[in-house]
């Protein structure tokens, strides 16, 4: 199992970026998918949860309003991203992830399949 983020890069505050996560070996048909984010000297959080069984959605009330989080109906093995009205506070490393699951166990759940992290920075 492979996941691979991109997208990211540095933005000014209020800009938009969109992150990619492509997953290999794994089918992404009902289980959690996740975006993580960690900052230096800050413990890692959940920023956007997904059950791709049925599309439910969990943000974090930081990004509430602001970021969504969607697989693609096309290719159904990426799952994005959206990030609106940037700010200096989103700044940090961004992280997909996957775990096999239902709704609400992806809300708990040790994601097992990670990847590799993509950068954010908002200045």
């Known amino acids: 199992v492979q996941l691979v983020e991109s997208g990211g890069g540095s933005v000014q505050p209020g800009g938009s970026l969109r992150l990619s996560c492509t997953v290999s070996?794994?089918?992404?048909?009902?289980?959690?998918m996740g975006w993580f984010r960690q900052a230096p000297g800050k413990e890692r959080e959940g920023v956007a949860l997904?059950?791709?069984?049925?599309?439910?959605?969990?943000y974090a009330e930081s990004v509430k309003g602001r970021f969504t989080i969607s697989q693609d109906k096309a290719a159904e093995n990426t799952v994005y991203l959206q990030m609106n009205s940037l700010k200096p506070e989103d700044t940090a490393m961004y992280y997909c992830?996957?775990?096999?699951?239902?709704?609400?166990?992806?809300?708990?759940?040790?994601?097992?399949?990670w990847g590799q992290g993509t950068q954010v920075t908002v200045s």
């Open positions: 992830a996957a775990q096999g699951g239902s709704w609400p166990s992806c809300l708990m759940a040790a994601y097992t399949y």
């Open positions: 070996g794994y089918t992404l048909s009902s289980i959690c």
């Open positions: 997904i059950y791709t069984g049925g599309g439910i959605t969990y």
